[in-house]
């Protein structure tokens, strides 16, 4: 038998391998294949049958790991559609969907978790007859009382380690035939240690009702948009959904989260309603709680699946929804190849298995919101906050100042005025005075943007990445936050050996700094990526939050979704400005639906709320959209500005990035590259395809590897989807300076 193996690797072809007699009954699509491939055991996965080859001798099969297929006949169809539209390899696409434990070839999964469990064999209703056995064993009679109190099962290490009786005791007790020892898989349930939480009684309102109606009446492969501003409810309806879905019909669904720091609190909710249904699936869960987790869902042991982006693959049976939370987020696309985009896969899923998929945001991406537009959408509104809930009131902080004001050496009063301006230190006052709790938004962390000497005015950069280097002041060095380079603080200026080494810019750990000096009984958390590294600090903090332990939450864009805590009646922004001149078409899109985020964090309980942005950009309209809250208006403006030069959604885009360890390499291959493509095109023109570029990446050095980019835009995306195909599997790339073309369909920004 000849079976066709897809393996991950940069090469645009399966595989033809021999599957010997013995294993032949049983080789099947979509089931893991360990095979030999240039001289080392590679696991790839069966997609089909293969014709013979008659000019080559084939290798065979070393071992197929698995009694049945891990990747279901659908995600392999998924998998294909996912290689053609994002132009990858299948097999590179194929390992999106399996945990990483099973894609090695020297483990094919890891242990499950087992442990001893002391079960009682007999019951021994008599105490006259329990005194005749245990007569001379008053210890086996201790043990065996106490495992029939904790109802006739007891782990064995609770027994010897925990109620230190001796082994021998257990033994005695087997012996007799009184107990059993049996080893017993366990669970592990990465949210084991979380209470559940009695689920929360809400009655819908007008609107959520109208939502609710309008999706059950849906049918298969139906898409809503949800368009609810911040504290509308979109997660009742989301859960009025799942429980008919689940509970009613029986079926399974999946709901994806933007942050790994939602998903503690979106789980919890979940949970409150589901129970043990709901299964956990992100990347900060160890490899064995991954794959228990992967198999719960497979085996139908749970029906729901919560997590990232990488939670769309689940391996549901008779998925009946999809929800997208905060549809428009960007952590939604993929960083590396196959570089696909959630909410597109949600989408294409459900389609193919008869599923209905949500999606909600009270800032929607252009994309969708165009969409809804022209009907390919349905679009469902909850306009208003739910209950006596209202949106906040926002204000906004001119920052701006007269070149007569400004001062060369502020003392330390000016230190905190240049960064928290009056307004925003007196609301944060009376917060601490009425017990009231406020969040504070720096999307920059770090203690200063970057070292930049007095005298000669040299900035400390990386050694590796064309950008400067992050002060950090705990611990104190100096870091690159593309690559990870840290080295120590600088006490002179390497090129002019001056001594006057300024600090520039602002990050979440000065802000931190001088709001603790500023008040110091204020108890203060810091959330960004610095504190969060551990594998439960999102929930631990804000676990913390909410049980009142927090007066001001400070941090990066973590904290500007998703997080709903009554008590939070102040938002500020420290610098609504971070990002919002970035090269990059989406940088305006991004800083109105950050804004308008954190805001709506603020006034979910009866105390109300008010947001302060603070800016130098008072007149921008994603600041004057935010502080309306005029979605309507922004879409309209935005789009006005994406008509010319066109971007996306008025057309498709491409972004294809080439990349060297010598500069004039990278720039030599991108001009080749560049005119290799407009050579192909009028040869065979295509409407509407358009090459721009080449150009240096806006961060032209990353990981000491050179960047250049160039941009394919296209009217019609099976146009692109050719064009992409054709020049990733032609295009000459020479093999000499570590030369390599990455090929980026839909990003979500051009950096």
Known sequence: MLVSVALPLPLFRNFTYEVDAAAAARARPGMRAVVPFRNRRQMGVIVGAAEPVATIKLKRVLELPDDEP?????????????????????????????????????????????????????????????????????????????????????????????????????????????????????????????????????????????????????????VFLLHGVTGSGKTLVYIELLRRVVLEEGRTAIVLVPEIALTPQTVDR????????????????????????????????????????????????????????????????????????????????????????????????????????????????????????????????DRREPRAMRRQSPDAADWLRAVVSEPLELALSERLRAGEQSILLLNRRGYASFIQCGECGDVATCPNCSITLTYHRTPERLVCHYCQHAEAPRTVCPRCRGVLLRQRGLGTQQVERLLADRFPSARIARMDVDTTSGKWAHAEILDRVGRGEVDILLGTQMIAKGLDFPNVTLVG??????????????????????????????????????????????????????????YFTFVRQELEGREAPAYPPLVRLANVVFSGTTEAGTEQLATAAASWLQTLLRKRPMDGVRVIGPAPCPVERIKNRWRWHLLIKSEHPSELTRLGRYFVERFPVPKSGELRVTFDRDPVALL
């Not at 209470?195 to 139906?222: K, N």
């Not at 939370?325 to 993929?334: I, L, N, P, R, T």
């Not at 971070?578 to 985020?597: K, T």
């Not at 007149?619 to 005029?630: L, Q, S, T």
Request: glycine letters at 8%.
């Open 70 to 222: 891990v990747v279901s006949s659908g995600m392999l169809a998924l998998c294909d559609w996912m290689a053609s539209y994002y132009v990858v390899p299948l097999g590179v696409a194929l390992r999106c969907v399996l945990p990483a434990a099973l894609l090695s070839h020297s483990a094919p999964a890891p242990a499950r978790l087992t442990r001893r469990v002391a079960s009682l064999r007999r019951d021994l209703p008599s105490l006259l007859h329990r005194d005749r056995i245990f007569a001379r064993a008053p210890q086996q009679r201790v043990v065996f009382e106490l495992i029939e109190s904790l109802g006739g099962r007891a782990p064995v290490e609770h027994l010897t380690e925990r109620m230190s009786f001796s082994p021998s005791v257990l033994r005695g007790l087997i012996a007799r035939g009184l107990i059993t020892v049996d080893a017993e898989v366990v669970s592990r349930d990465p949210f084991a240690w979380r209470a559940v939480q009695e689920p929360a009684a809400h009655e819908p309102s007008d609107a959520q009702r109208e939502a609710i109606e309008a999706i059950d009446g849906g049918r298969p492969g139906d």
């Open 270 to 397: 979940f949970r409150a309603v589901f129970g043990d249904r709901i299964a956990v699936l992100h990347s900060a869960l160890s490899d064995g709680e991954r794959h228990d987790e992967w198999l719960a869902l497979r085996d139908g042991r749970k029906q729901i699946a919560v997590g990232a982006r990488s939670a769309v693959f689940a391996p549901l049976r008779n998925l009946g929804a999809i929800v997208v939370d905060e549809e428009h987020e960007s952590s939604y696309k993929q960083g590396e190849s196959p570089r696909y985009h959630a909410r597109e896969v949600a989408i294409v899923r459900a389609r193919a298995e008869g599923a209905i998929v949500v999606l909600g945001s009270a800032t929607p991406s252009l994309e969708s919101w165009v969409n809804a537009r022209t009907g390919k959408y349905a679009l469902l509104t909850l306009p208003e906050r739910v209950g006596l809930a209202t949106l906040p009131k926002v204000e906004v902080i």
């Open 573 to 630: 922004v420290i610098d609504a400005d971070v990002g919002i001149n970035l090269p990059d078409f989406r940088a305006s899109e991004r800083c109105f639906q950050l804004l308008s985020q954190v805001a709506g964090r603020a006034g979910r309980g009866p105390k109300g709320g008010r947001v302060l942005i603070q800016t130098r950009v008072p007149d921008h309209h994603a600041v004057r959209c935010a502080v309306a809250h005029d």
